[in-house]
């Protein structure tokens, strides 16, 4: 959902002030790591622009970003939807999380989007079926890691639903339980797992992070070699090439 966030971000600041922010002035306000929600990202770039004529109500901003990333209304019928949602590309099928599921590992979503949007990607362009996600109004947004310890929890019990071979011990967080691995793209989904780390210092937690998809295109290598040194100096445990590594990074780090 990354694109069409970013997209939103650069005509929501544009409907306000006329100027489209580049991607690398977007990638250097998200390497801050505290600009994870794309309406106070809008904000700051429009604060810093020095916008002329004062901000807009926040309010405001959050219809008009709305009206560019939904096209529609939100809570009404997806297939009414005429904004940038519909033009995501899809980084990952949903054969990724079949093998993730045959080679053991249990997943689920943290993600700083709105329900509709996160449930329009997965179930809808994805075919997932009921997947384990903290949307964003679930949790605080990251770095705060509560949302990644609320999904691997959540997991960890349904994991003990399903019958899963795992001590009592190891259905709660801790020494004793599997390997939390997180998997993002900005310096704030790293921040989310360092900080995971200091809230329950027993557990295992892993940082797996990818460059944005709009740096992977040609011609960006420099630029994505500097996104992932900053990915790699705030913390991140492997830096993968394609989001659909996951599986085999998560492999080779536990083996």
Not at 1 to 18: L, N
Not at 75 to 97: K, N
Not at 208 to 235: F, K, M, T
């Amino acid at each position: 959902m990354a694109a069409s966030y970013r997209r939103a971000i650069v005509e929501t600041v544009h409907q306000f002030s006329g100027w489209r922010p580049e991607p690398a002035q977007i990638d250097a306000l998200k390497s801050e790591g505290c600009w994870n929600n794309d309406w106070q990202a809008s904000l700051e770039l429009l604060r810093r622009h020095g916008l002329a004529g004062g901000l807009p109500a926040f309010d405001t901003l959050v219809a008009a970003f709305g009206a560019h990333y939904f096209g529609g209304d939100p809570e009404g019928d997806p297939a009414l939807w005429r904004g940038f949602i519909g033009q995501e590309p899809l980084l990952v099928g949903p054969e990724f999380f079949a093998d993730l599921s045959a080679a053991g590992f249990l997943w689920g979503f943290v993600s700083g989007a709105e329900p509709p949007s996160v449930r329009f990607v997965l179930e809808q362009r994805l075919g997932l079926q009921n997947p384990a996600v903290i949307a964003m109004g679930d949790a605080p947004d990251k770095p705060d890691p509560s949302g990644l310890l609320q999904l691997a929890a959540a997991l960890l019990a349904a994991s003990d639903a399903n019958g899963a071979a795992l001590s009592p011990d190891q259905l709660s967080l801790g020494q004793a339980a599997p390997p939390v691995a997180y998997l993002g793209d900005t310096v704030a989904d790293v921040q989310t797992v360092l900080r995971a780390r200091e809230r329950i210092p027993g557990q295992r937690f892993l940082s797996l992070a990818v460059a944005p998809p709009h740096l992977q295109e040609p011609g960006q290598e420099e630029r994505r070699r500097a996104y992932e040194q900053q990915l790699r100096a705030a913390g991140a445990d492997r830096i993968l090439e394609r989001s659909d590594q996951a599986g085999a990074a998560l492999a080779a780090l536990l083996g």
